[in-house]
């Protein structure tokens, strides 16, 4: 298993967008396979050019997300905050861990906590994460997340999957 100093964490650039995203659509696969068909991964896939753009857009515009990369530079995981949202407001967080994404290689390494410490430190915050991703809610559980009993139905490509709220307060 790789170690905490294979890798290093920092801010991403433009030039991220396309291997993150390409490394994101891996981690679909990867995570979800048991939950959506072939042609999910495949539409995304051919997504993947608008996709670069709207991020792209993004970070010029003052959007932040972080990468890890191993010693080669590869993309080996991805993380990134965002404000809670309106319909969140009942949890009494600030921020919303939109995306966290590590490679399987580095599932246990502590990569997966470390970029999220990257990104919250020890503030309160939310995560939603997929019912039937039984390793992602035991990830957030051991970093302090409970199901706080809210979910969505999920629409659109996901749609027939359901999110459930975790929430970390320290309060």
Same mark, same amino acid.
């Given at each position: 298993?790789?170690?905490? *100093? +294979?890798?290093?964490? @920092?801010?991403? !650039?433009? *030039?991220?967008?396309?291997?993150?995203? %390409?490394?994101?659509? +891996? =981690? $679909?696969?990867?995570?979800?396979?048991?939950?959506? %068909?072939?042609?999910?991964?495949?539409?995304?896939?051919?997504?993947? %050019?608008?996709?670069?753009? $709207? $991020?792209? @857009?993004?970070?010029?515009?003052?959007?932040?997300?972080?990468?890890?990369? +191993?010693?080669?530079?590869?993309?080996?995981?991805?993380?990134?905050? !965002?404000?809670?949202?309106?319909?969140?407001?009942?949890? #009494? /967080?600030?921020?919303?861990?939109?995306?966290?994404? /590590?490679?399987?290689?580095?599932? #246990? =390494?502590?990569? #997966?906590?470390?970029?999220?410490?990257?990104?919250?430190?020890?503030? +309160?915050?939310? /995560? $939603?994460?997929?019912?039937? *991703? =039984?390793?992602?809610?035991?990830?957030?559980?051991?970093?302090?997340?409970?199901?706080?009993? !809210?979910?969505? =139905?999920?629409?659109? !490509?996901?749609? #027939?999957?359901?999110? @459930? @709220?975790?929430?970390?307060?320290?309060?």
């Amino acid at each position: 298993m790789p170690q905490m *100093n +294979d890798y290093r964490i @920092r801010l991403a !650039t433009e *030039n991220d967008v396309r291997p993150a995203l %390409e490394m994101k659509l +891996d =981690s $679909w696969r990867e995570a979800y396979a048991a939950l959506r %068909e072939p042609s999910f991964f495949a539409h995304h896939q051919e997504q993947l %050019e608008g996709q670069v753009a $709207w $991020w792209e @857009r993004g970070l010029a515009s003052g959007a932040q997300f972080f990468i890890a990369e +191993d010693e080669q530079g590869k993309i080996i995981g991805l993380a990134g905050g !965002t404000p809670t949202i309106e319909e969140d407001k009942d949890t #009494g /967080v600030e921020i919303e861990l939109g995306m966290l994404y /590590v490679e399987k290689q580095y599932y #246990g =390494s502590g990569l #997966g906590a470390h970029l999220m410490d990257v990104v919250l430190g020890q503030r +309160d915050a939310l /995560v $939603w994460v997929l019912e039937g *991703n =039984s390793r992602a809610q035991a990830f957030f559980e051991k970093q302090g997340f409970k199901a706080d009993g !809210t979910t969505e =139905s999920l629409v659109g !490509t996901w749609q #027939g999957l359901i999110e @459930r @709220r975790m929430v970390r307060a320290h309060g």
